[in-house]
Antibody
Framework: QVQLQESGPGLVKPSETLSLTCAVS?????????WGWIRQPPGKGLEWIGS???????YYNPSLKSRVTISVDTSKNQFSLKLSSVTAADTAVYYC???????????????????WGQGTLVTVSS | QSVLTQPPSVSAAPGQKVTISCSGS????????VSWYQQLPGTAPKLLIY???KRPSGIPDRFSGSKSGTSATLGITGLQTGDEADYYC???????????FGTGIKVTVL
């Protein structure tokens, strides 16, 4: 059974960098799939932040791209999110998830997310 | 705001059928696969439908998906109290180069 578990600080100060890690069990990241981060502000909808392939190829939401870095550590079977210069608008529940993609010469298109972590609330406040 | 539009809410009695629409454009739904997610209160989203109309193992056949042009539909038959949740559509947007989710719809079982 594939399981994902987010970890990281629940409180981050404005202008600082939010850092989260997602530990994966039951499946080796190096076997494939696209490992991603999705967030949900309190009472609002879902927003895709970005995804990474085990090779290190990354795909970011253009609206967040300038502030986001996603990395993978296959030796620890985990991947991480860094979001810089955070503001109160970045307060949200952050989910990690396993994703599938359709890949051809022209582009890589994410198809969907089949396994999700339970989510972790990150509050941006001084 | 999202490029995928869903009605904000729908309600029906137990045992009834509901259909949930997701409206997009040729850059997203029109040319990419659609997935549907169920989010029960206080929990993480759960994949219900992928590749427009396929159900992952363990998802009952009361849930069905379809796509026509730039719109997609999720159907739920034999509505149960346990189906009360928020439902989101999702797909790739080729113009934005981003995975996008719908605005979400709250399903209430009367």
């Amino acid at each position: 059974q594939v399981q994902l578990q987010e970890s990281g600080p629940g409180l981050v100060k404005p202008s600082e960098t939010l850092s989260l890690t997602c530990a994966v069990s039951g499946y080796s990241i190096s076997r494939g799939y696209y490992w991603g981060w999705i967030r949900q502000p309190p009472g609002k909808g879902l927003e895709w932040i970005g995804s990474i392939y085990h090779s290190g190829s990354t795909y970011y939401n253009p609206s967040l791209k300038s502030r986001v870095t996603i990395s993978v550590d296959t030796s620890k079977n985990q991947f991480s999110l860094k979001l810089s210069s955070v503001t109160a608008a970045d307060t949200a529940v952050y989910y990690c998830a396993r994703g599938s993609a359709s890949v051809n010469i022209a582009a890589t298109r994410l198809i969907g997310f089949d396994y999700w972590g339970q989510g972790t609330l990150v509050t941006v406040s001084s | 705001q999202s490029v995928l539009t869903q009605p904000p809410s729908v309600s029906a009695a137990p045992g009834q059928k509901v259909t949930i629409s997701c409206s997009g454009s040729s850059s997203n739904i029109g040319n990419n696969y659609v997935s549907w997610y169920q989010q029960l209160p206080g929990t993480a989203p759960k994949l219900l439908i992928y590749d427009n109309n396929k159900r992952p193992s363990g998802i009952p056949d009361r849930f069905s998906g379809s796509k026509s042009g730039t719109s997609a539909t999720l159907g739920i038959t034999g509505l149960q109290t346990g189906d009360e949740a928020d439902y989101y559509c999702g797909t790739w947007d080729s113009s934005l180069s981003a995975y996008v989710f719908g605005t979400g719809i709250k399903v209430t079982v009367l």
